[in-house]
């Protein structure tokens, strides 16, 4: 298990091994000692359909580092640095995680995240830093043009909440 560099600063690829035989596989997503100085507290599980984007969000207190494993299906993730003093503030990074995948992907704090379910159904493990703070959430609009994000469709299943997201100005207020 090691960590892959990003163009972006402190966001991380997960490499694991997967160990496979007749049976099926085996496949390690986390170990305590591989990202220093990160406790790990909660973890959850989305189930999706086809078309369903969920995001971007990002808590602004409390604020979570996240792994983000697909454990069925396939999907497009996206995350946005909104860290003020970062070099890469306001860009974007996308990547195709499925359950195939030998990879997850460790999202530091202070990022939006979002995801696009490209298969029939996906279910995604988030393990993350912190506890979930529905209070301090924020949505990042997802078809924002300042982002320049090429999502894999133009129609996407959105919930409520996250057909209002904030522009990516407005959404600098917060944070």
Wanted: glycine share 4%.
């Amino acid at each position: 298990m090691k960590l892959i560099k990003t163009n972006i600063k402190d966001l991380k690829i997960i490499k694991t091994k997967i160990f496979k035989d007749k049976r099926g596989f085996l496949r390690e997503v986390f170990k305590e000692n591989l990202i220093k100085n990160k406790k790990f507290i909660f973890n959850l599980m989305s189930f999706s359909k086809k078309n369903v984007l969920r995001g971007l969000h990002i808590q602004t207190k409390n604020s979570q580092a996240k792994i983000i494993t697909v454990t069925h299906g396939k999907i497009f993730d996206v995350v946005v640095d909104l860290r003020k003093k970062s070099k890469t503030f306001k860009k974007s990074y996308s990547i195709i995680i499925s359950d195939k995948s030998d990879f997850s992907l460790y999202v530091p704090e202070g990022f939006a995240h979002g995801f696009l379910c490209l298969s029939k159904e996906c279910t995604i493990n988030y393990t993350c830093s912190n506890y979930r703070n529905s209070n301090s959430e924020l949505t990042l609009d997802w078809e924002d043009e300042q982002l320049g994000i090429e999502w894999p469709t133009k129609k996407p299943i959105l919930s409520k909440k996250d057909k209002k997201g904030l522009s990516l100005v407005d959404i600098q207020k917060f944070i």
